[in-house]
Nanobody
Framework: QVQLVESGRGLVQPGGSLRLSCAASGSGFVLATMGWYRQPPGKQRELVAAITSRGSTNYADSVKGRFTISRDNAKNTAYLQMNSLKPEDTAAYYC???????????WGQGTQVTVSS
């Protein structure tokens, strides 16, 4: 059984930075794809960024050049570095671990990021 615990929630001003962490317990982290999703108030959950077991990354157009996803397999932890934050980045952010054999998704409990002056 995999458990994901997010940390790094906060209130930041526009233009500020924040780093989210997602620590995974259980097995399967090294081979899994890790992702960060977000859900703004009243909207659907959307993919923000993902990183494969080999380190390939992809980002939503809205965060390209501002956010960076990374992982430390030795610590079973994924990160999302968020720079140049905008009010529209305000959302609950969720960590996702996707396994491929068989395919299955695990989710963290979510962490709130608020960008406001």
């Amino acid at each position: 059984q995999v458990q994901l615990v997010e940390s790094g929630r906060g209130l930041v001003q526009p233009g500020g930075s924040l780093r989210l962490s997602c620590a995974a317990s259980g097995s399967g982290f090294v081979l899994a794809t890790m992702g960060w999703y977000r859900q703004p108030p009243g909207k659907q959950r959307e993919l923000v960024a993902a990183i494969t077991s080999r380190g390939s990354t992809n980002y939503a157009d809205s965060v390209k050049g501002r956010f960076t996803i990374s992982r430390d397999n030795a610590k079973n932890t994924a990160y999302l570095q968020m720079n140049s934050l905008k009010p529209e980045d305000t959302a609950a952010y969720y960590c996702n671990l996707h396994t491929w054999g068989p395919p299955y998704d695990y989710w963290g409990q979510g962490t709130q990021v608020t960008v406001s002056s």
